[in-house]
């Protein structure tokens, strides 16, 4: 992240954003740890989807409430550069720092380097057994 809160995205995913029609971007938290950067019809989609989730309509609104809090509707810059908010910096410990990026589900994943860290350790923990049950339940 830059001094003036922006991401500069790999070739690969500026590529992935340019295929959408709408340009704009939603930039994120739903978790208050990792941010996400959503084309604006995928988090239309999103936010519809939490919008109709009976199951648990709390979990719901606790994850609407944090994308509304942290979020802002923004563009992709001709550097493929996209802005974070300074809200959303502060939250998520990005400030000044390296971050590391990985797409999930149609959008980008935004960690601090201390996430990664964490989800590096969880990630690592049974890596086969993981493998295994994704196998036997259709990945391929």
């Avoid at 208050?32 to 919008?51: A, M, N, S």
């Avoid at 999930?104 to 994943?109: A, C, L, S, T, Y």
Wanted: hydrophobic share 40%.
């Amino acid at each position: 992240m830059d001094d003036r809160g922006r991401v500069k995205l790999p070739v690969a995913f500026k590529e992935y954003l340019e295929k959408f029609e709408d340009k704009r971007l939603f930039v994120t938290s739903l978790d208050r740890r990792i941010g996400q950067v959503y084309p604006i019809v995928l988090w239309k989609q999103t936010k519809k989807f939490l919008e109709n989730f009976s199951q648990d309509p709390e979990a719901a609104e606790n994850l609407a409430f944090n994308a509304a809090d942290l979020g802002a509707e923004t563009e992709m810059d001709a550097q493929a550069r996209v802005l974070f908010s300074p809200e959303l910096r502060r939250e998520l410990g990005l400030e000044d720092q390296p971050v590391h990026l990985y797409a999930f589900g149609g959008h980008i994943e935004v960690l601090s380097q201390a996430v990664y860290e964490e989800r590096k350790r969880a990630a690592t923990v049974k890596p086969v057994a993981d493998f295994t049950k994704l196998r036997q339940a259709g990945m391929k």
